[in-house]
């Protein structure tokens, strides 16, 4: 199965990823986790994503579409793969299309208000990437692996707000393109609410 997984910053993508990963056995493809990978080797492509992302700002297509294509030819990919967060834009949908067809959208729908809390108190693990919250419970170290907990730059407010416009803009041409396989599922604090319609819809795509 071929997902991709779309939602303003701070929707619960990450989060709900994580579980369909996790039930279903397919890799959570980021462009943000590529592109923070790139950033940290200082490789060209990283510097020109620091820039644009600490203002806020979306990276060119061509240079998202690129890595994202070595990524999807790993081995883990071959039975399908969630793409988190991506496409952003019409554009990246449309040159996604020339890569590999898509089974399912889901939309996590979201209160621009539960967006800016859940932001603010975000933190993400520097080694292994998994996603925390601090008001469920989160410490200073992760679950997971046990790494540092930080908070990345654009979670910060007036970097969200910027996010939250930038999203806003892009994302109705988005739902028009995806309309024949968009399914809207509303982001609960609980990601058993937020995940119980989707486990559903993909279980029954496993069984035929």
Same mark, same amino acid.
């Given at each position: 199965m071929k997902?991709?997984?779309l939602g303003a910053p701070g929707s619960g993508k990450g989060t709900l990823a994580q579980q369909i990963s996790q039930d279903f056995a397919l890799?959570?493809?980021?462009? +943000?986790?590529?592109?923070? *990978?790139?950033?940290?080797?200082? !490789?060209?492509? +990283?510097k020109i994503a620091d820039n644009l992302l600490s203002k806020g700002e979306i990276v060119p297509d061509? /240079?998202?579409?690129?890595?994202? &294509?070595?990524?999807?030819?790993?081995?883990?990919? *071959?039975?399908?793969?969630? /793409?988190?967060?991506?496409?952003?834009?019409?554009?990246q949908a449309k040159a996604l299309s020339k890569i590999t067809q898509i089974d399912f959208v889901f939309f996590l729908e979201t209160p621009v208000k539960t967006i800016i809390a859940r932001? @603010?108190?975000?933190?993400?693990?520097? &080694?292994? +990437?998994?996603?925390?919250?601090?008001?469920?419970? !989160?410490?200073d170290s992760?679950?997971?692996? +046990?790494?540092?907990?930080?908070?990345?730059?654009?979670?910060k407010p007036d970097i969200v707000e910027r996010r939250f416009e930038v999203f806003e803009k892009n994302i109705s041409p988005l739902k028009e393109y995806y309309k024949p396989v968009m399914i809207y599922v509303e982001s609960k604090d609980s990601i @058993?609410?937020?995940? *119980?319609?989707? &486990?559903?819809?993909?279980? &029954?795509k496993v069984e035929k």
């Open positions: 997902i991709v997984l890799p959570q493809i980021s462009t +943000g986790d590529i592109l923070r *990978a790139e950033i940290k080797k200082g !490789s060209e492509c +990283g061509d /240079l998202i579409i690129k890595l994202l &294509k070595q990524r999807l030819k790993n081995i883990d990919c *071959a039975n399908g793969y969630i /793409l988190d967060g991506f496409p952003r834009t019409l554009q932001l @603010e108190t975000r933190r993400i693990c520097e &080694k292994c +990437g998994r996603v925390h919250n601090l008001r469920l419970g !989160s410490k992760c679950e997971n692996c +046990g790494g540092n907990l930080i908070q990345r730059e654009d979670d @058993e609410q937020t995940y *119980a319609p989707v &486990k559903k819809v993909l279980e &029954k």
